[in-house]
């Protein structure tokens, strides 16, 4: 959690937690709510909501791995998410991972320890014609080469 939001988010957590206390139903839809909130879930935030719901923190566990959207880290300023669909993939996608994972010192589902990027594989983006592509927060780069895709990363820097 952001350090100068912190107590005012724990506030609103809680306000939240509280209208479904003891709702293990509620689950998915505290979860959404919560990384609305906060940006990812950290470990603190799992244990507050499987207590408040009265849940066991292995069924939250298993429904934020469940889910793609969920995450437990937080994301970087700029998200890059790779498109790994099959047009992108049969036209170089594995080759740009790896090397954004090499330029980056993270692999993908993981972000930079300064916070400035995070890194994602997705599936189709709907610009298959673009192939491959990737988008950076809601900017989209197509016909990439591993060397294009880091020219593209160093105007973010
Ligand atoms: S497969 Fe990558 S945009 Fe469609």
């Known amino acids: 959690m952001e350090a100068c939001k912190c107590e005012e988010k724990w506030e609103q957590l809680n306000e939240i937690i509280k ?9 998915i839809e505290v979860l959404h709510k919560a990384q609305e909130l906060i940006g990812y879930l950290p470990k603190q935030v799992l244990i507050a909501i499987a ?5 066991s923190l292995s069924e939250v566990y ?14 970087g300023k700029y998200q890059i998410s790779l498109c790994k669909g099959t ?24 972000s930079t320890d300064d916070g400035r990027f995070s890194l994602e594989v997705v599936r189709c983006l709907g610009a298959c014609g673009l192939a491959p592509v990737m988008m950076v927060n809601k ?3 197509g016909l990439l080469r591993p060397d294009k895709a880091v020219a593209v990363l160093q105007t973010y820097q």
């Open 62 to 75: 298993s429904v934020v791995s469940f889910y793609a959207y969920f995450t437990t880290k937080p994301k």
């Open 87 to 110: 047009a992108c993939y049969v036209k170089g996608a594995p080759e740009i991972l790896e090397r954004l994972e090499k330029e980056l010192g993270i692999k993908a589902g993981d």
């Open 19 to 27: 209208a479904h206390r003891g709702q293990p139903s509620s689950l």
């Open 139 to 141: 900017r989209a780069y």
């Open 51 to 55: 207590e408040g719901l009265g849940v």
